[in-house]
């Protein structure tokens, strides 16, 4: 299981109807989709033939399609290890005469070579593109009703967990709309003895109308070929739980910006700064052995002493053109001629998320060494604050000695500190080795040899002694040439007023808080690492909370609740 050190705890939030719907047909026998080609060298077997059936049935829509390319892949899609066919479906006539083709159809059904399993399924339906989220009620029922559709007796092995997933995805079509497609995403998890397996799982995702336009199932185990461990043998559950209890740990935090209040689609409506207790999020038992995992040593971090040394430098960009000195003044590269995209991202208003602008260059030039092969910029929209600069440099600029981490260290702080707050005193640096978190059991010769071309640099602020996770910082530089090719930057806004770090609960007093509301729950979990997994299953205890809270304020000694209709 990944574990998660004290310094890189993240601040969440505890947080198909049709006029003949999906979930209320009967039962039919499948219909072949029409005109399943073969791929040159490899046979689509009738067990592929019969699952891309199963799923016209229990989503009737593709019946009406025509197979438009099949593509035989061996390549670890999605870290699944295993062959794939990938075929694409469409309603566009092979002779399309004056019909547009953003008014066509499109599916994509992904599945298991070998198995002929359906591991992916999705759909863009122009009759159905909405920027609204289907009722929760109604994304459920309509996915209970495809897995019974599609499963029969066996969706009975499924239970959806509490959570509710949500997306979306766009296209333009060829008078310049722009369609969308809103979706709300269940999971489910698989139950072995009755027990859910976390981990492995299948999603179903609805749009508005109760459409099913999205099913996944990459991470699905045969539960009959695994010997499970016997569930009879497990210690107590209040045993478990009093061992959690006692391995609990705290840390104490800034939020910045948490959200205290959201309306009922899950929009935030309201946020403030808070000081935060979080308890230790990976922290379980194993089931038979009694053993508490996941409360190792903290990862090795660095404190930088930075006071008086920012300069408070904050880059402002509204314009392409201003993006384009910025980029020359900084390090003197000239991006005026390259091929140019902006794209204002007005999306993200409606999805309650920060409003961006992005600045993309592309230098596709043959001529001579290229200095980049991509620049890009990302602003605030609000109020044009540089968020986010990344260079790609190509192999032909490339040096043949790189420098070390300790050069590249030094060099990242130098370009840090010119936009750091005056007022800020200490940086923390979490430095953790690449293989970490590499599990015992994994063959190391099987993983991909990526080449890493960058060291990356992650900091976050202290104020007042505490860690500050929102005020964030990311500098890249290239191995090769030293160049700076990443600068992140997401400092504390200015007129934020922080709690008092003087006048709080003790991290005891937080830790009582947490025992008295933690609970735990029975799981099965099969540890998997880049397409590997673990010799065998574990039963373990995980933790469970009994009321919908995850922080204690640190100022009230209250749990941090969240305000939604």
């Not at 025509?66 to 479906?89: A, C, H, M, S």
């Not at 409506?269 to 009694?290: C, F, H, M, Q, S």
């Not at 990311?474 to 934020?496: C, F, M, S, W």
Request: negative net charge; charged residues 30%; contains cysteine.
């Amino acid at each position: 299981m990944k574990r998660i050190s004290q310094t890189v705890l993240t601040l969440t939030a505890a947080c198909v109807l049709t006029s003949s719907p999906a979930w209320a047909a009967q039962p039919e026998p499948p219909a072949p989709i029409k005109k399943v080609k073969q791929d040159q060298g490899h046979e689509f077997s009738q067990e592929l033939q019969k699952s891309l059936d199963r799923l016209a049935s229990a989503v009737p829509v593709l019946k009406d399609l025509r197979i438009e390319d099949k593509r035989y892949e061996e390549n670890d899609r999605y870290r699944y290890p295993f062959p794939i066919w990938e075929v694409t479906l469409t309603s566009e006539p092979e002779a399309r005469g004056s019909k547009e083709r953003g008014a066509d159809v499109s599916a994509r059904v992904e599945l298991d070579a070998q198995t002929g399993r359906v591991l992916y399924f999705d759909i863009r339906h122009p009759d159905w593109a909405s920027a609204e989220y289907p009722d929760e009620q109604i994304a459920r029922a309509a996915a209970d009703g495809f897995l019974q559709s599609f499963f029969g007796a066996e969706a009975k092995q499924w239970k959806a967990t509490e959570s509710l997933g949500r997306g979306k995805a766009g296209m333009g079509d060829e008078k310049g709309n722009k369609l969308e497609w809103a979706r709300s995403t269940v999971h489910y998890q698989m139950l072995i003895n009755e027990i859910p397996l976390i981990g492995d799982s299948l999603s179903v995702s609805v749009d508005a109308a109760g459409h099913i336009i999205r099913y996944e199932a990459f991470s699905v185990v045969d539960q009959a070929q695994v010997k499970w461990p016997d569930p009879q043998k497990v210690i107590a559950k209040g045993e478990a739980a009093k061992r959690l209890q006692d391995k609990l740990q705290t840390a104490l935090m800034y939020s910045l910006d948490y959200p205290i209040a959201k309306e009922q689609d899950g929009k935030p409506t309201e946020r403030k700064p808070l000081l935060v207790y979080v308890a230790n999020p990976d922290l379980w038992i194993d089931a038979l052995t009694g053993e508490a995992v996941g409360d190792e040593q903290a990862a090795p971090e660095e404190t930088i002493p930075v006071k008086g040394k920012g300069k408070g430098t904050n880059v402002k960009i509204s314009s392409r053109q201003e993006a384009e000195i910025w980029i020359k003044s900084q390090f003197g590269i000239d991006v005026s001629k390259a091929s140019f995209e902006y794209d204002d991202h007005k999306e993200n208003i409606s999805e309650g998320l920060q409003q961006i602008k992005s600045y993309h260059w592309s230098n596709e030039s043959t001529e001579g060494k290229r200095a980049y092969s991509m620049v890009s910029l990302i602003t605030d929209a609000k109020s044009d604050r540089l968020i986010d600069f990344n260079l790609n440099v190509p192999d032909e600029s490339a040096a043949t000695k790189s420098i070390d981490v300790a050069e590249a260290k030094k060099k990242a702080i130098e370009t840090l500190l010119p936009y750091l707050d005056p007022a800020l005193e200490e940086l923390k640096l979490v430095m953790e080795p690449a293989d970490k978190w590499i599990p015992e059991w994994v063959d190391k010769s099987k993983l991909k040899q990526e080449e890493q071309r960058e060291y990356s640099f992650w900091f976050h602020a202290k104020r007042n002694g505490v860690d500050v996770p929102d005020e964030s910082y990311q500098v890249g530089v290239d191995k090769r040439t030293g160049a700076i090719v990443e600068l992140y930057l997401h400092p504390l806004n200015g007129g934020v007023a922080l709690p008092d770090a003087t006048k709080i609960i003790s991290a005891a007093e937080a830790k009582e808080h947490f025992k008295k509301d933690l609970d735990v729950q029975l799981v099965y979990y099969w540890e998997q690492y880049d397409g590997q997994r673990a010799p065998a299953p574990q039963l373990i205890y995980q933790q469970k909370w009994k009321t919908d809270f995850y922080f204690i304020d640190a100022t009230t000694g209250k749990p941090v609740q969240v305000t939604q209709p």
